[in-house]
């Protein structure tokens, strides 16, 4: 399964992406301030990633980011005056993170800094262990790879993430959505 399909051949073996969604113009617009905060790894997961790495009928509404917490804190502070303060995350039992959500861009950037997720055994850091690289306006974005965006999501639990889950193959040797 390749990338989205409005994607072409970029540089450096890279896959560049062209802002021509809501989701593309949100990248487009938020990756120059991204890309001048971060300091750390960062990944876009969750529906955003999904879309990107071309799984079909996902329409994602915002864009998640996991990055560190003092990268998340750093990009509040860059964007003081476009956090949604009213905005309160779901199950914030289930997670924990520097969170903001940023409602300027063509559509909604939710960062989720040093993510942890509560599990049987406790709070569990959320980590990316395999990832591919898109070429987006210029920027490098990391996303999980298809196997590791299925590992998150069923380890985030919740029902819409589990049928997220479901859509990709649990195979590596079939690697398209189920």
């Known amino acids: 399964m390749g990338p989205d399909t409005r994607a072409v051949a970029g540089t450096q073996g890279r896959t560049s992406v062209s802002p021509t969604s809501a989701l593309h113009a949100g990248l487009h617009d938020a990756l120059p301030q991204i890309a001048r905060t971060f300091r750390d790894p960062w990944w876009i997961i969750g529906s955003a990633a999904m879309a990107l790495a071309g799984i079909p009928g996902i329409v994602p509404q915002d864009i998640d980011v996991l990055c560190s917490r003092n990268d998340a804190l750093r990009l509040r502070e860059a964007w003081i005056d476009h956090v949604d303060a009213q905005f309160q995350p779901a199950d914030e039992a289930r997670f924990r993170s520097a969170f903001s959500r940023f409602t300027h861009l063509p559509m909604p950037l939710e960062v989720m800094g040093g993510l942890e997720v ?61």
């Open 118 to 178: 509560m599990t049987a055994s406790g709070w569990q850091t959320l980590r990316v262990h395999h990832d591919l690289r898109l070429d987006i306006a210029g920027h490098a974005v990391r996303i999980p790879t298809l196997l590791d965006q299925r590992r998150i999501l069923l380890a985030f639990g919740r029902d819409k993430d589990l049928a997220k889950a479901a859509r990709i193959s649990p195979s590596p040797e079939h690697p398209h959505v189920a």
